[in-house]
């Protein structure tokens, strides 16, 4: 159970100088409109509000979100009208609204069909107008899939999969990595039930015989960094969330010897040159294992997450992934995007009204360069992706799925710049991604200097050098060797115009 004051509570913290009105507003308003409403599970609709409006102030975002979340079902289930909430409650949140009614409207994303599809494309517009909308349908989603008990199966197990399909990844993507667990944690039973009981049975020693491990090695780790004047601001054990142990799993033929993250040991220090210290640290006095070590800080994730990862042979011989971190970058990993919401409501109290475009003046001056660049590049990404021609929904829910929501690599040119690609991309993805002309007369590819074969899979932070010949041109095979949707219409076109396809 949420209460309206926890929630003002939450908000006040992190937005000590905002003014919560409008929140407590859109409450009474909603409570008022839902009157004797109850959902599947015979609790009162209002309950449903409290729970997505607190998941939203969890996310410390905007007065002008949570008022929005106590709002989203108005439309569809009360007679209020839009033009009432404009009125009560300003364009702002009225925009906010509309885009989440709209998403509701298109009920199911499994039923293939033009219209779903058209519909879907809508959608994502609608996003990439304002991420504050998506944002608000993840807390939804969150509560509807706490509740989901009280459903048909059938609609279980679509709602489920959907979740693991489209609003996992949009969380991931967004670098919101709580929503994300949380999201894949509550689909897992409903999509996989025998897969999750096997392996919640399988698990559940092993955590605790991690969680054990790391609180006994604990005190160690702090005194070898207190020796080494490293100021420890936090240090705990992590667990692996269920979903992405059993997807680990997949990938390694479940095989448990190859896990070794299960339970990993988190610290927080100051500042990035103490997270280098601690990574030295770590390892002159543990032998690390070969090819373990990963600095995203350095190489961040394309989703904007940062930390050292390195896995060592601790004390006892027992293998233990360290991940090291900054509290900005803890924040980062669990918030994301999310948190430049709290940034900006921080930054500016008095003008919140004028800076509600997401990717206004006021903001640029607000937040951290790298961030905005992020958001910015994230929506154009989006943008860009719609544009794309889709022969068949089919198509479409395939490309969203690798092109847009699947993880992602970052590779380099020659002069250093980043291109961000799906896992699994190739050189002639690489090339057509730079520009269409260096994929249509692509010869050969160079990666890390070497000649590599232009559909060798590319790997995170790789340099690609494409090597062009004027007389190159694609042929069919190559159709098969990429990955992007953009890549596979480029060369159809090229095809076409050419007319042997
Ligand atoms: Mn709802």
Known sequence: ?????????KFKKCHPLADAEIIEKAHQFAQKAHNGQKRKNN????????????ILAELKLDAASIAAGFLHDILEYTPVTLEEIKKNFGEEIASLIEGLT??????????????QMEHLRKILLAMAKDIRVILIKLADRVHNMKTLNALPEEKQKRLALETLEIYAPLAYRLGINWLRRELEDLAFPYVYPEEYLDLKKK????????????KRITPLVKRILNERNIQVLRIDARAKHLYSLYQKLLRYNMDWQKIYDLVAIRIIVPNVENCYAV??????????????????????K??????????????????????????????????????HWYYKERGNNKNRKDISRFVGKELLSQKPKDKIIREIEWMKQLQEWQKEEFSSPEEFFNSLKIDFLRK????????????????????????YHVHTELGDHCAGAKVDNKL????????????????????????????????????????????????NY
Request: with cysteine; aromatic share 8%; hydrophobic share 35%.
């Open 43 to 54: 609790e009162p609709v209002l309950e449903h509000l409290l729970q997505t409006a607190y």
């Open 302 to 339: 394309p989703n904007g997450y940062q930390s050292l990862h390195t896995t060592v042979f601790c004390k006892g011989g027992k293998i233990t992934e360290f991940q090291i971190r900054t509290p900005e970058m803890d924040n980062e990993a669990t918030f994301g995007i999310a948190a």
């Open 452 to 499: 590599t074969a232009l559909d060798q899979p590319l790997e995170n932070g790789q340099m690609v050098e494409i090597i062009v010949q004027k007389d190159k041109s694609p042929n069919r095979d190559w159709l098969k060797s990429v990955r992007t949707n953009l890549a596979k219409n480029r060369i159809k076109n090229w095809l076409k115009r050419h007319q």
């Open 408 to 431: 992602r690599i970052f590779v380099f040119t020659p002069k250093g710049e980043v291109i961000d690609l799906p896992e699994g991309a190739t050189p002639i993805d690489f090339a």
């Open 203 to 214: 698990v559940k020693d092993k955590y605790l015989e991690g969680e054990e491990y790391i």
């Open 102 to 115: 709209f998403i509701e409207k298109v009920k199911c994303l499994h039923k293939t069909g033009d219209r």
């Open 1 to 9: 159970m949420a209460t309206i004051e926890q929630i003002i509570d």
């Open 279 to 300: 990574l030295g640290i770590v390892h002159k006095n543990w032998r690390p294992l070969i090819g373990r070590i990963k600095d995203y800080i350095a190489m961040p």
